[in-house]
């Protein structure tokens, strides 16, 4: 393009069109983007302010996304809300309809003449049972108390009797003759005389010394005392130096030392001096002796007027204590087919008849004073008297805790009618009847008056609502969020994350039967109105809960539409503030695109005025 040369008008034509092209382009840029400022070298610094607000309207706009979710979890969780309170508004008419509902039954029963007992009311609401006693008047217990605490029986013991000093060894060797006697009664008229001499001394002595020691005095005395049939031993105490002699154990013995006889060959001396070897202190006293205790034996016997017992007898080996003295007694009068009771209170033993004193108990015998104490005080049985129809239906109505549950006696023309007003649903039992449950004997016959029927259906009918409540919270979710079953939401309103709000319910535990306190109904929770008023208070307790989350959740709905609101708002604000730096004017750029348009046109006539004027110099050829 150098080598070629233009004159200066074509070149200044071609310039100015070519400046004209370049702003067509650039006009038809702008009308076609609709923007003044498409690039960084348009305007840098509107380009990047641009960039900058429209960055930050993309980031809130995908914070709108989160927001719409939020909204529609809360409208999820307000939705089960409704659905809830729904479920515990129809609980609530349930138990309403229970507590409305007061229907009744009841049944009639004769009156034995010889009734006795009780007639027994339970179930129906009762805590407990109810006793109406069938007596007018209470009966007489026939007893026999203790005076005092019974002491067992001694044991027998055997007669002992100790010498009172030491045994010398007795010294028969001076003289063939020496003897030593005396005299031994069993007190079971087994009477010896003993003999020390010296054959018995040779036979058993040391080495045939003519001397006994105490070994072989003992040795000697039992071997006659047993020959001769006495019921004595003789022994030795523990130091070994005393002699002792024992009878049995029902015995009594005397040793006679005045029956002392000596032969004295010149060795032995006086009387006394021999005693004294024997040990025994006092030669002169009559009848030194020892006496044993018999085994004790407590005996009596128990009657009721028409069976005795055999002798009971007592004795320190089954009678060693109260309980076991007792143990026997019962033992004896069960066998005697008599109804009576012994009993230990305290260490005293007593005897108690029918509770209905229908028999007296006496008992009689040696022993008594001795079993019980000292002389025990006997009390006659006697029999109550029997209520009349009239006496019962006074009874039932003055006992509040029959009255409180709905039970209502009368006079059925001589039948004890009993009406049930059932606000329980379960059945109401009466006991105390004969076997085909008829008639009032106080027997083991019973029979029952059907409860409250509407409220027992509306117990099941209860537990079948309250069933659905748990269930409606499960369903409650949206995108995996649930607000009632304690889920927790943040939403974030802000592009930096630092303007958000979590929404939960207000218990932790999420909107459930357990934390709304509805318990399940079982059999007999409708029994009582004062049962059903209490589930009602808790219904309505659960109810305002329920209102009270609601009005939690529509406070925080607002608040995440609000910032939604506002989010959109700042969203369209920054792309006007964006758009007003880079957005061209079209009604200008028309324009302008036209005028240069003009200006082209004009720029290519120019140009060719131009391009003619070198063409004269051709006209020279």
């Not at 040779?202 to 070994?215: F, H, K, S, V």
């Not at 649930?482 to 929404?503: W, Y």
């Not at 318990?519 to 209102?547: E, H, I, K, P, Y």
Request: aromatic share 4%; charged share 15%.
């Amino acid at each position: 393009m150098s080598d070629i040369v233009l004159s200066s008008g074509v070149r200044s034509n071609l310039l100015a069109l070519q400046q004209t092209s370049d702003l067509i382009s650039q006009t038809q840029t702008r009308l076609a983007t609709g923007k003044k400022v498409n690039s960084a070298l348009d305007n840098p610094t509107n380009f990047f302010t641009a960039s900058s607000l429209n960055s930050r309207a993309s980031d809130l706009s995908s914070l709108l996304d989160s927001m719409s979710n939020a909204i529609k979890t809360i409208e999820a969780a307000d939705n089960g809300l409704k659905a809830i309170t729904n479920t515990v508004e129809s609980l609530q008419s349930t138990v309403r309809q229970a507590r409305q509902d007061n229907t009744f039954q009841s049944k009639s029963f004769a009156l034995s003449s010889t009734a006795s007992g009780n007639l027994t009311i339970s179930g129906g609401g009762l805590a407990a049972a109810v006793d109406v006693s069938l007596e007018a008047s209470g009966a007489t217990q026939s007893t026999v108390a203790g005076a005092g605490a019974f002491a067992a029986p001694d044991a027998a013991a055997a007669a002992t009797f100790t010498a009172a000093n030491a045994f010398t060894n007795i010294d028969l060797s001076n003289d063939a003759g020496d003897t030593l006697t005396f005299d031994i009664d069993d007190g079971e008229g087994n009477t010896t005389t003993v003999t020390l001499d010296r054959a018995g001394s040779g036979a058993g002595g040391a080495g045939g010394d003519n001397t006994y020691d105490i070994d072989e005095a003992i040795a000697e005395i039992n071997a006659q005392a047993t020959a001769a049939g006495v019921n004595i031993t003789a022994s030795k105490n523990g130091a070994g130096d005393t002699l002792i002699f024992t009878g049995d154990n029902a015995g009594a013995f005397t040793i006679t030392v005045d029956s002392v006889a000596v032969v004295d060959g010149g060795g032995l001396g006086a009387n006394n001096q021999a005693v004294t070897d024997l040990g025994i202190s006092d030669p002169a006293t009559t009848g030194q002796s020892a006496t044993g205790t018999a085994a004790e034996t407590f005996t009596f016997t128990v009657s009721d007027g028409t069976n005795t017992t055999a002798n009971i007898d007592l004795t320190s080996v089954n009678a060693g204590d109260a309980d076991d003295a007792v143990t026997v007694i019962q033992a004896a009068i069960d066998a005697a087919n008599i109804s009576a009771t012994a009993v230990n209170t305290g260490g005293t033993i007593s005897i108690n008849g029918l509770a209905n004193g229908t028999n007296s108990i006496t008992v009689a015998g040696a022993g008594v004073n001795d079993v019980f104490g000292g002389a025990p005080t006997v009390t006659a049985g006697s029999s109550a008297t029997l209520r009349t129809v009239d006496q019962l239906v006074t009874a039932i109505a003055g006992d509040t805790d029959l009255t409180n549950a709905g039970v209502v006696a009368s006079n059925d023309d001589g039948e004890l009618k009993i009406n049930f007003n059932s606000t329980s649903s379960t059945d109401l039992t009466v006991a105390g009847l004969n076997t085909d449950a008829d008639t009032i004997t106080g027997g083991a016959g019973s029979t029952t008056i059907k409860g409250n029927e509407v409220r027992r259906d509306l117990e099941t009918q209860f537990n079948e609502i309250r069933s659905q409540l748990n269930k409606l919270a499960e369903d409650a979710t949206f995108n995996g969020i649930n607000l009632l079953e304690g889920d927790a939401l943040r939403v974030v309103f802000n592009e930096q994350n630092t303007s958000s709000l979590t929404i939960q319910s207000t218990s932790t535990s999420g909107i459930n039967t357990t934390s709304l306190s509805i318990t399940s109904v079982t059999a007999g929770d409708f029994a009582t109105n004062s049962a059903l008023d209490t589930r009602l208070t808790a219904l309505g307790d659960a109810l305002t809960s329920l209102r009270s989350q609601s009005s939690a959740f529509g406070s925080n709905l607002s608040i995440v539409e609000n910032r939604q609101e506002f989010t959109k708002a700042t969203i369209n604000t920054l792309i006007a503030g964006a758009d007003n730096l880079t957005l061209a004017d079209l009604n200008e750029e028309g324009a302008n695109l036209l005028a240069l348009q003009t200006r082209q046109q004009l720029s290519t006539t120019a140009l060719s005025l131009a391009a003619q004027a070198d063409q004269n110099v051709l006209r020279l050829f």
